[in-house]
């Protein structure tokens, strides 16, 4: 309940007879022109005014905001929820459990340590593509699934009974973000809260902060929110509000039709390279103007997902007789639809695109030139236009083989390498097999290679079938998730595609290893409906789980003799995905190039068998009479997808999907569930162990203290992102990840992933800067997660993790040095977490990722920047240096230093200095630094209250 109220902001507003309790906007002078999502956090500090942490004056600051000003006034943003996914999830209820234990510790009740706000966990991370291409995949995945991490279901369970308000969402039921626009959101909340006279029903806007970067899928829907990372989001969940400046704003403006041809994805990709280029990291995207009517609501939710891909803080749609078409569609109450409606004109939320608003910057797209595209072969916002996407295969190839020479001349010309009578079958194996009948046919994935000093790779399957493997090959083709599985249109076309291509006579190749992941039950009830499985299927399509899968790097591993021939030849093979993250070593370990794509070119990839393809002159295959089919004679009608759509889709498939969503499968109701307050850790636990953050933790911190005599870590280049820093992905034995789990009893094929062991910080220690693509230039030549350890002598080469132990040992504090848009991707915690356990004090970089450097501030690890134009390469630095940092300490004083002295002293004791720039950015981060991290301070204010 808000204590002050300096405007006369609160009111009633009546909607079918119900009284609901508001905050009015038009109480503050200045904000009919503000943009909706300013709007929506100037009625966050209406709400929470306290007249302390939250002042008449921040209201006015935002009320009166400059759009041509940069980013300098703090405010306290309170969001109204928290939404996890299970990676991200187990650890934040491991430190919440954590917390209560400590919190008894310094005198507190444990029971204080609380979701204050609604926090729902959807557990979508930890299906695997293990089984595929056959219709008992989904179920055995499953199965594999519970038997790998049920530890950690269980936990998770124990954490639904002992915390309050906290919801988790089973396994099997959908992906967090598709989910949430589906079913989670609500776009306008309604909470009862204590008034003079009682309780009242209080409606404000739905707003929320996720440990998942793509939290802003559901921007889509007008609801502002965000990816931060766990340590944030905990802090979220126990009242604390997020600190940050208010933000420049950047109007996107919409206008003309997507053509045929294109689709949302091709939309998405090309938006996300425009404002990649335009620069909006750490601002909001707003889109604006006549087109925005014209966007269906997946399509909306499609872009915002991709927020993070633009570097974009959010990317927000208004609301408007789209959004109400797509509640009511999925199943919200009348109820609920009209207090949307209602609230959003009340406060000036509703859009009215001949209004104008302020804008910090803008950019104007008109959909009608929008072309077919995909983006790679390692970051989201590479985009390729598809008719040029076999010359820029030849020319990336470069950077993938050993050789210049090896990457060939590749033939022009298309040789036929799949003939539609040699097609295989599928069968409920793992894989395809040919007919047994017959002999079976030898396929190509190379489309001839004069001049080559390497030959295709002929591969011999257990089953019969053989094939040759080259550069380019598609050895993933995966249609995945949440950005484009939430969206009928594109989902739908790929399975129109699918029938046509079927019809011609085309199939799969047989090297491919084919999948679809829904994001929610609800599209294989439109699937179903639509008559269109069996197509899909035919081509090797089958539903493989409900989860994020490929796109999290849980691709699961490639046939061996196909495994085995691309690691014995260097082989550059590719992946094709319908996913937004397609970073290096992210997919799987065999595949080096990575390719996102709308899931109807994921099929015609399949069916192509290879980058190396042009699908303007190559063709995919022969139809029954022998004619050349090219992807222009199967490309699904948008006409006619429109008619499936409408005939396939409605609210009865979403309000019967949902009814149970809380409930489980047997598998899920049959698991033993842990009781108590607290949690009992099993000293045996590979999955789920205390982590140390709070051992020894006083009720005063110690004051902040300058670092000197440190050793570098890592020296890293540009765009390291938090997957090179902390993987999801699989892990070898010979890792020092994998060597823990074997000393402790795990066998290798238990080893499960990353990820899914983020409840054990030995494990996510051992993965810290453990990706087998990071290039750590301390040491030449080198990928994968080593370094120099100065600690022996001649400075040997040795995994990070034991050359930090080493360290430790010594009492030798560490930096990291890197390059521009360090801890770009996803809003992953242990990035942060790793780091900071593995005793690096501080990271020196030309720029930051917005996520990634305010939890590098809540774990306690210090983020300094280069001076501006300066970089560890113009400064000289080559890592072998001893530094210290000083003048950190006027942190004590409670003032945060602009810039502190960095001194690199070389071996021969020369020395160079320069000004680093502080990037604690506001008064809240310096507290939780001086605190020694976020959590650390939430845990000294429960205790002291």
Known sequence: MSTVDSFGAKGVLNVGGTEYEIFRLNSVEGVQSLPFSLKVLLENLLRTEDGANITADHVRALAGWDPNAQPSTEIQFTPARVIMQDFTGVPCVVDLATMREAVKELGGDPKRVNPLAPAELVIDHSVQIDVFGNAGAIERNMEIEYQRNGERYQFLRWGQTAFEDFKVVPPGMGIVHQVNIEYLARTVMTREVEGPEGKVLRAYPDTLVGTDSHTTMVNGLGVLGWGVGGIEAEAAMLGQPVSMLIPRVVGFKLSGEIPPGATATDVVLTITEMLRKHGVVGKFVEFYGEG?????????????????????????????????????????????????????????????????????????????????????????????????????????????????????????????????????????????????????????????????????????????????????????????????????????????????????????????????????????????????????????????????????????????????????????????????????????????????????????????????????????????????????????????????????????????????????????????????????????????????????????????????????????????????????????????????????????????????????????????????????????????????????????????????????????????????EYGSGSSRDWAAKGTALLGVKAVIAESYERIHRSNLIGMGVLPLQFPAGESAATLGLTGNEVFSVEGITALNDGTTPATVKVTATAEDGSAKSFDAVVRIDTPGEADYYRNGGILQYVLRQISAN
């Open 292 to 820: 925005v009517a014209a966007v269906p609501l997946a399509n909306r939710a499609t872009i915002g997902n991709m927020s993070p891909e633009f570097g974009s803080t959010a990317a927000m749609f208004p609301i408007d007789d789209v959004t109400l078409d797509y509640l009511r569609l999925t199943g919200r109450s009348e109820e609920n639809v009209a207090l949307v409606e209602a609230y959003a004109k009340e406060q000036g939320l509703w859009h009215d695109p001949s209004r104008e608003l302020r804008f910090s910057e803008y950019l104007e797209l008109d959909l009608s030139t929008v072309v077919p595209s995909i983006s790679g072969p390692k970051r989201p916002q590479d985009r390729i236009v598809l008719t040029e996407a076999k010359d820029e295969f030849r020319h990336d190839l470069l950077n993938y083989v050993a050789h210049e020479a090896d990457a060939g001349s590749l033939d022009e010309s298309l040789e036929e390498s799949f003939p539609a009578s040699d097609a295989p079958s599928f069968t409920t194996g793992s894989s395809h097999v040919t007919d047994s009948d017959r002999e079976p046919p030898v396929y190509s994935a190379a489309h001839g290679a004069a001049g080559r000093t390497s030959k295709p790779v002929s591969v011999a399957m257990e089953d019969g079938r053989r094939f040759d493997l080259d550069h380019g090959a598609v050895t993933i083709a995966s249609i995945t998730s949440c950005t484009n599985t939430s969206n009928p249109s594109v989902m739908l076309a790929a399975a129109v595609l699918a029938r046509n291509a079927v019809e011609k006579g085309l199939t799969s190749k047989p090297w491919v290893k084919t999948s679809v992941a829904p994001g929610s039950k609800v599209v294989t009830d439109y699937y179903e409906k639509s008559g269109l499985v069996p197509y899909l299927e035919k081509l090797g399509f089958f539903t493989v789980g409900y989860g994020c899968t490929t796109c999290i790097g849980n691709s699961g591993p490639l046939e061996p003799e196909i495994s085995e021939a691309i690691q014995s030849n260097d082989l550059a093979v590719t992946a094709v995905l319908s996913g937004n993250r397609n970073f290096e070593g992210r997919i799987n370990p065999d595949v080096k190039m990575n390719y996102l794509a709308s899931p109807p070119l994921v099929i015609a990839y399949a069916l192509a068998g290879s980058m190396d393809f042009d699908f303007e002159s190559d063709a995919l295959g022969k139809d029954q009479d022998g004619n050349d089919v090219f992807l222009r004679d199967i490309w699904p009608n948008p006409r006619e997808v429109q008619e499936v759509m409408d005939a396939s889709i409605d609210q009865a498939m979403f309000t019967n999907s949902y009814a149970t969503i809380f409930d489980g499968d047997e598998r899920w109701q049959s698991l033993p569930t842990p009781t108590g307050d607290t949690f009992e850790w099993d000293d045996k636990s590979t999955y789920v162990r205390k982590p140390p953050y709070f051992e020894g933790m006083k009720a005063q911190p110690d004051p902040v203290s300058d670092i000197s005599g440190a050793r570098v870590l890592l020296k890293l280049g540009d765009s390291v992102t938090t997957d090179h820093i902390s993987p999801a992905g699989s892990f070898k034995s010979d890792t020092p990840a994998g060597q823990y789990l074997l000393a402790n009893g795990v066998e290798r094929k238990d080893f499960n992933s990353y990820g899914s062991r983020r409840g054990n910080h030995e494990v996510m220690i051992r993965g810290t800067f453990a990706n087998i693509r990071i290039k750590n230039q301390l040491l030449d030549g080198v990928e994968g997660g080593f370094t120099k350890d100065f600690t022996q002598d001649g400075a040997p080469q040795a995994y990070v993790y034991d050359a930090a132990m080493n360290y430790q040992k010594a009492g030798t504090p560490l930096v990291v040095l890197a390059g521009k």
